[in-house]
């Protein structure tokens, strides 16, 4: 899609939402509603038209499609702190010509690495919004260690704390509460509402303020949710978004 499409171009098809699974998309739709985004540096497929070394020392690497951030580094002096591990420019070329390999209608976005409120680079915490058609029934903080580790805590809209909806990252000491969470908490409602039905809106807490990051349709395709949590959002899906499918 184009930067400046509209909500009327967005939504010209049925299923309209399926375009915003892929990350770019998503990027330009949320930055058309207003929100903030975090700095693009390159997009593209073809390797040989990036020059990797005019990165800043600090960046991000997303494919615009998958989930579970398979194929997400977040760089940092040659650091990825996802898995720890030090890669070269020409290290991190072969590894994307590898995924590209498989999958040549992948796409990267190297973008900002964003930081935390106190000025840090490191794996910012997720703020989770699960909204139905402009209304968040509950927000998930998730204190993310690598792609898989982490610790997990629940929240309504006015920061009181919830029964766990989802089993996986059991918590430990609980996150403060951003400075920007009503700017979170807004632009998440003004998404879902023109997203319409169920989504899990992403965003980053950090320096320069609330930072989207994607949607997410069907966080962990529906899998590992407790039973109350199961409960309360069907209870969110029949009072909000009746008929939508």
């Known amino acids: 899609m184009l930067e400046d499409a509209t909500l009327a171009h967005w939504q010209d098809v049925p299923h309209w939402q399926r375009k915003l699974s892929n990350k770019n998309n998503a990027r330009l739709f949320a930055k058309a509603q207003g929100c903030q985004v975090a700095d693009l540096y390159w997009k593209g497929r073809d390797l040989n038209e990036l020059d990797i070394h005019s990165l800043p020392s600090q960046y991000v690497i997303r494919p615009t499609i998958g989930h579970g951030s398979k194929g997400v580094y977040i760089m940092d002096d040659g650091l990825n702190h996802f898995d720890q591990q030090r890669y070269t420019p020409d290290q991190i070329l072969e590894r994307l010509q590898m995924s590209l390999d498989k999958n040549p209608d992948l796409e990267f976005l190297f973008e900002e690495f964003v930081q935390t409120e106190d000025g840090r680079f490191t794996i910012p915490n997720d703020f989770k919004f699960l909204c139905f058609n402009g209304v968040v029934a509950s927000i998930v903080v998730i204190d993310r260690l690598s792609p898989k580790v982490g610790y997990s805590y629940f929240y309504d809209e ?21 400075a920007c969470f009503d700017d979170m908490l807004e632009q998440a409602k003004t998404l879902s509402k023109a997203y319409g039905i169920f989504v899990r809106i992403d965003f980053f807490a950090t320096s320069k303020g ?6 997410t349709p069907t966080p962990a395709k529906g899998r590992g949710f407790t039973g109350y949590g199961k409960k309360f959002l069907l209870k969110h899906w029949d009072l909000h978004c009746p008929g939508m499918i």
Request: net charge positive.
């Open 158 to 178: 006015q920061w009181n704390k919830m029964k766990r909806l989802h089993h996986l990252y059991p918590g430990r000491d609980e996150p403060a509460k951003p």
């Open 210 to 215: 609330a930072v989207f990051c994607e949607f």
